[in-house]
């Protein structure tokens, strides 16, 4: 089952524009992660975000977390052609140290950046 | 660094078949994911292995195992494949697991015929 559900589904814009998709989840985190996806492909990590975070920077990246909200929010400034792609999101709710990696993803948003 | 290489990259399988699939971490990372993706279900948790052990499992059944060797390579074994198996086979490495960041491979695309 997915944790997440991203927001919108699909999003079109001109490049130069500002991309922002949003993420919310259901149970306590340790920390929510962004990927890209380009065309079926592999995931390309963006940026991970830990639970005691508000908002993190990347290059045109930028992340916010709140988690009283359970959401979080991905904005890609100043879009170009190249940022065309599916953005999830996904959620490292593990509690105990040994509890090891499994994220649980969101559906993605389909991001469609117009020359 | 060299990333995570999966093989093969594509496969077309009959129904009833079995499947292996390999996949090589980043150098020095103990942590393999594997994930499925499909349309209709999006990225789903298949298990995750740390150290040749089993750590986490998803909601899978049976047929779908996996192992992890001293060098922390990994295969993913699907047997008596299904039509509803046809998807995208994602690992992931991560040098301990959870709270660090995870770098997914190509994948392997499956085709079950």
């Known amino acids: 089952s997915q944790q997440g559900e991203e927001d919108p589904q699909a999003l079109s814009i001109q490049e130069g524009e500002n991309a922002t998709m949003n993420c919310s989840y259901k149970?306590?985190?340790?920390?929510l992660q962004w990927y890209r996806q380009n065309s079926g492909r592999g995931l390309v990590h963006l940026i991970l975000i830990r639970s005691n975070e508000r908002e993190k920077h990347s290059g045109r990246l930028r992340v916010t977390l709140d988690t009283s909200k359970k959401s979080s929010s991905l904005l890609i400034t100043a879009s170009r052609a190249a940022d065309t792609a599916s953005y999830f999101c996904?959620?490292?709710?593990?509690?105990?140290?040994?509890?090891?990696?499994?994220?649980?993803f969101g559906g993605g948003t389909r991001v469609l950046v117009k020359p | 660094k060299a990333g995570v290489t999966q093989t093969p990259r594509y496969l077309i399988k009959t129904r009833g078949q079995q499947v292996t699939l390999s996949c090589s971490p980043i150098s020095g990372h103990r942590s393999v994911s594997w994930y499925q993706q499909t349309p209709g279900q999006g990225l789903q948790f298949l298990f995750e292995?740390?150290?040749?052990?089993?750590?986490n499992k998803g909601n899978f059944p049976g047929r779908f195992s996996g192992r992890q060797f001293s060098n922390s390579r990994s295969e993913m074994n699907v047997s008596t494949l299904e039509l509803g198996d046809s998807a995208l086979y994602l690992c992931a490495s991560s040098l301990r697991g959870s709270a660090t960041e995870a770098f997914f491979g190509q994948g392997t695309r499956l085709t079950v015929v």
């Open positions: 292995y740390f150290s040749e052990t089993q750590r």
């Open positions: 149970t306590s985190i340790n920390n």
């Open positions: 996904a959620t490292d709710a593990g509690m105990i140290k040994a509890a090891g990696n499994k994220l649980t």
